[in-house]
């Protein structure tokens, strides 16, 4: 049966088990101990290239996550203690495979959401959150900005339905100019593909991506976590080369 055919006849949480039933069927194929995947818990001989750069050391064979993934899940276990703390958690645009496993533990009040993902809890706009303020002690939301028409509107009820107290963890894909690009004139798919190299983005974050977060009520610190494993564990980890975490706490003045 052809994939659009099966695209159209299959639900998309049923076309996504039979993807990663492939993924670990595959996964085989790649068995050693050069490298280990956090998230799976699992080692290979190698990670796979990735992404329209062909990063090298970059996929995970068997659960099919990426640097980052892998980045903020240590970050999560060593520094917010998500195995142990009981929290109320928001995961945006849920990955499928963090979501596993942060479903798995049962202390957490979990939800996830997206405007379209088939496999999000509750179908939401980043920019008209359904929750009341002040909910969550914790909030996950990585490369998902970019592709958000106005993201002051999103950050700006992000901190909303977060606690005073709480965190938002963010993740972007960073360009070395300073200043982020947006274009106006950029409207349809196509022109946001020609502008930014995708046709969903609405921006292309610079290096002042932290000044654009703090802008709507946030401290932030930016956190390069690879740099707490020694070169040869960040190696066998896939972290990858100047992946950050982005620690949002609400700001005092916005907090009262």
């Given amino acids: 049966m052809p ?3 099966l695209k159209k006849v299959l639900p998309a949480q049923t076309r996504l088990s039979l993807r990663q039933f492939y993924w670990l069927s595959r996964s085989w194929l790649y068995v050693g101990n050069k490298v280990y995947c956090p998230l799976c818990e699992a080692a290979f001989r190698t990670f796979l290239p990735f992404g329209t750069e062909r990063r090298q050391q970059a996929l995970c064979p068997r659960c099919h996550t990426v640097e980052r993934h892998r ?12 195995t142990q703390r009981s929290l109320e958690v928001l995961h945006m645009a849920p990955e499928p495979i963090l979501q596993s496993r942060l479903k798995r533990l049962l202390h957490l009040r979990y939800r996830s959401a997206d405007l379209t993902s088939p496999v999000a809890m509750d179908h939401a706009d980043i920019q008209a959150l359904p929750y009341p303020d002040a909910t969550f002690d914790l909030i996950l939301c990585s490369h998902v900005l970019a592709h958000v028409p106005n993201d002051a509107k999103a950050l700006q009820e992000l901190r909303r339905v977060l606690k005073p107290t709480g965190q938002l963890l963010l993740q972007a894909r960073l360009h070395p100019h300073a200043h982020t690009v947006e274009q106006p004139n950029a409207i349809t798919p196509q022109q946001r593909l020609q502008a930014y190299g995708q046709a969903d983005r609405f921006r292309n974050y610079g290096q002042d991506f932290g000044q654009r977060v703090a802008a709507q009520g946030f401290s932030v610190e930016k956190v390069e976590y690879a740099l707490t494993r020694t070169p040869e564990e960040q190696t066998r980890l896939g972290l990858g080369n100047g992946e950050l975490i982005f620690v949002a706490t609400p700001s005092r003045h916005e907090a009262q």
């Fill in 3 to 5: 994939v659009p055919l």
């Fill in 71 to 82: 980045l903020l899940w240590l970050y999560l276990t060593e520094q917010v203690n998500i």
